[in-house]
């Protein structure tokens, strides 16, 4: 607060206070004749030393405010209410009590009042007395008759005319401790996999041109190859149906276009898969479509079962998909016996191809999950599916069952025989999970116009180099188109 003579001629003022100070009844009345605000005129007085008996407000004045001052009370509600009470006979309207107390109106405003006024009568009494050395002597006797006197309530309601704030004012949080890193449990032993299906590698042959046209999405196997690098996976699963082999089916009638394409798709898909080898150990599992090659050996060439070369007799059999493909020449595990090509990961986890197909979305995952009880990551229906139900073990604790297909790598355009318009998605998931335990991770990623995001990279996929690779392929040539 700045010095209240800054600005102000007050041995000026301080005169002219002294001439109209007998008529006044308070300072504050004094400093509405001087034009002073109330607060600034008492905080000079007591800054310059004034006070009321040298400014000539008399002792009769002091008296009354003496005796008015018994008779107020004040009472606050919080910072921004407050009430003043009076009772007695000298002050009978709110501007007198405002007055009396010394409100700053500047700061305070009346919400109501009331004012109450009655008569009480009391017999007078003169008091004669005089004290001497401590005894008192005189007289006291009363007049005789009565007088009626007029009492007065002033009762006022104030409240700020800016209220102040009733809580702390709100302030940012100001987060001053480092975070804790996150609590990592030592020797837990947890594998990153990828898992992917569904390929159908094959192809279909123009027979005016001899391009072969493929079954299986470059671009869609270009991507899953990307996230694998990019996550640095620790081993890479494949849910089947790596195949297509429309020729060995007698489910339905085989145009000519795809007659002689098996060759190129045992190629291309052996390439495809050492990719995938040299980057982690990989596993395929068997599917319903590899399953036509046995069934049609034992249907229409039993002479041929399990038939082995001389010199391979620790290889699988001549006519099977895994010699087929060499898949012991790239270090691939084949998982058969489909459809009961189960592979635990864990104690709540399991890979399979899968034999259930629904055709609305999303019925496959949910007839998995309600007849399982672990998770299941299947093949089969091409559809990118998750449904999540709830199982409790033996000691009642809930624990989450799922069904989750994550998609297929083969074309979605009704090129792969038997579909004419599939409501398929290329997709894959990269799966984290406990070994010897129970828990895991999976995250699914669905492919769109061929990109897909990782981490915060937009991957894009490309078959160049692809095509380059697989047309290179010793003594085998042949012109593809997407």
Same mark, same amino acid.
């Given at each position: 607060?700045?010095?209240?003579?800054?600005?102000?001629?007050?041995?000026?003022?301080?005169?002219?206070?002294?001439?109209?100070?007998?008529?006044?009844?308070?300072?504050?009345?004094?400093?509405?004749?001087?034009?002073?605000?109330?607060?600034?005129?008492?905080?000079?007085?007591?800054?310059?030393?004034?006070?009321?008996?040298?400014?000539? @407000?008399? /002792?009769?004045?002091?008296?009354?405010?003496?005796?008015?001052?018994?008779?107020?009370?004040?009472?606050?509600?919080?910072?921004?209410?407050?009430?003043?009470?009076?009772?007695?006979?000298?002050?009978?309207?709110?501007?007198?009590?405002?007055?009396?107390? =010394? /409100?700053?109106?500047?700061?305070?405003?009346?919400?109501? !009042?009331?004012?109450?006024?009655?008569?009480?009568?009391?017999?007078?009494?003169?008091?004669?007395?005089?004290?001497?050395?401590?005894?008192?002597?005189?007289?006291?006797?009363?007049?005789?008759?009565?007088?009626?006197?007029?009492?007065?309530? %002033?009762?006022?309601?104030?409240?700020?005319?800016?209220?102040?704030?009733? !809580?702390?004012?709100?302030?940012?949080?100001?987060?001053?401790?480092?975070?804790?890193?996150?609590?990592?449990?030592?020797?837990?032993?947890?594998?990153?996999?990828? %898992?992917? &299906?569904?390929?159908?590698?094959? !192809?279909?042959?123009?027979?005016?041109?001899?391009?072969?046209?493929?079954?299986?999405?470059?671009?869609?196997?270009?991507?899953?190859?990307?996230?694998?690098?990019?996550? *640095?996976?620790?081993?890479?699963?494949?849910?089947?149906?790596?195949?297509?082999?429309?020729?060995?089916?007698?489910?339905?009638?085989?145009?000519?276009?795809?007659?002689?394409?098996?060759?190129?798709?045992?190629? *291309?898909?052996?390439?495809? @898969?050492?990719?995938?080898?040299?980057?982690?150990?990989?596993?395929?599992?068997?599917?319903?479509?590899?399953?036509?090659?046995?069934?049609?050996?034992?249907?229409?060439?039993?002479?041929?079962? =399990?038939?082995?070369?001389?010199?391979?007799?620790?290889?699988?059999?001549? @006519?099977? %998909?895994?010699? @087929?493909?060499?898949?012991?020449? /790239?270090?691939?595990?084949?998982?058969?016996?489909?459809?009961?090509? !189960?592979?635990?990961?864990?104690?709540?986890?399991?890979?399979?191809?899968?034999?259930?197909?629904?055709?609305?979305?999303?019925?496959?995952?949910?007839?998995?999950?309600? +007849?399982?009880?672990? $998770?299941?990551?299947?093949?089969?229906?091409?559809?990118?599916?998750?449904?999540?139900?709830?199982?409790?073990?033996?000691? &009642?604790?809930?624990?989450?069952?799922?069904?989750?297909?994550?998609?297929?790598?083969?074309?979605?355009?009704?090129?792969?025989?038997?579909?004419?318009?599939?409501?398929?998605?290329?997709?894959?998931? /990269?799966?984290?999970?406990? %070994?010897?335990? $129970?828990?895991? $991770?999976?995250?699914?990623?669905?492919?769109?116009?061929?990109?897909?995001?990782?981490?915060?990279?937009?991957?894009?996929?490309?078959?160049?180099?692809?095509?380059?690779?697989? +047309?290179?392929?010793?003594?085998?040539?042949?012109?593809?188109?997407?």
């Amino acid at each position: 607060m700045s010095k209240p003579t800054r600005g102000r001629d007050w041995p000026l003022i301080l005169k002219q206070a002294e001439q109209l100070a007998p008529t006044c009844a308070s300072v504050a009345a004094l400093s509405r004749l001087l034009e002073l605000p109330p607060s600034t005129l008492k905080d000079a007085m007591r800054r310059l030393k004034v006070t009321r008996v040298s400014l000539g @407000l008399g /002792i009769e004045l002091q008296r009354l405010d003496e005796e008015a001052g018994r008779n107020v009370t004040t009472a606050t509600e919080g910072q921004n209410r407050m009430t003043i009470s009076y009772k007695g006979p000298r002050i009978v309207n709110p501007e007198q009590l405002l007055e009396f107390c =010394e /409100i700053d109106t500047t700061v305070w405003e009346v919400d109501h !009042f009331v004012v109450n006024k009655w008569e009480v009568g009391a017999k007078p009494v003169m008091r004669d007395l005089k004290w001497h050395r401590g005894e008192m002597s005189g007289v006291v006797q009363s007049s005789g008759g009565l007088v009626v006197e007029p009492l007065f309530q %002033v009762k006022l309601w104030m409240k700020r005319i800016e209220p102040l704030a009733q !809580f702390p004012t709100i302030q940012p949080i100001n987060v001053t401790t480092p975070i804790t890193p996150p609590t990592v449990l030592k020797g837990a032993d947890v594998r990153r996999a990828m %898992v992917w &299906g569904d390929p159908h590698f094959g !192809f279909k042959r123009n027979i005016r041109t001899g391009v072969l046209q493929p079954f299986h999405s470059r671009a869609a196997l270009d991507l899953i190859l990307q996230l694998a690098v990019a996550a *640095e996976v620790d081993e890479v699963h494949v849910l089947g149906d790596l195949l297509d082999l429309p020729e060995w089916s007698d489910k339905f009638l085989t145009s000519p276009e795809m007659y002689e394409c098996l060759q190129p798709a045992l190629l *291309e898909c052996h390439w495809w @898969l050492a990719q995938f080898a040299q980057l982690a150990p990989t596993s395929v599992h068997q599917g319903n479509h590899e399953l036509r090659l046995d069934n049609a050996i034992l249907r229409h060439l039993r002479a041929a079962y =399990e038939i082995r070369a001389a010199d391979e007799m620790e290889l699988p059999p001549a @006519l099977s %998909v895994q010699r @087929l493909l060499a898949l012991h020449q /790239i270090g691939v595990e084949w998982i058969g016996d489909y459809p009961a090509d !189960f592979q635990d990961l864990n104690s709540k986890l399991r890979l399979l191809h899968g034999k259930t197909h629904r055709s609305a979305p999303g019925a496959t995952a949910q007839a998995v999950a309600k +007849e399982s009880d672990v $998770t299941q990551v299947f093949g089969h229906v091409h559809r990118v599916e998750w449904v999540t139900v709830s199982r409790r073990d033996e000691r &009642g604790v809930v624990y989450p069952v799922v069904g989750f297909s994550p998609g297929c790598a083969c074309y979605l355009d009704g090129r792969v025989p038997g579909q004419k318009r599939p409501n398929w998605q290329n997709g894959c998931a /990269i799966i984290e999970y406990e %070994v010897g335990g $129970t828990l895991f $991770t999976i995250a699914p990623f669905v492919f769109t116009d061929d990109h897909v995001i990782f981490q915060g990279d937009l991957l894009c996929a490309g078959d160049d180099e692809v095509l380059h690779a697989v +047309e290179q392929t010793p003594n085998w040539t042949w012109a593809t188109e997407k």
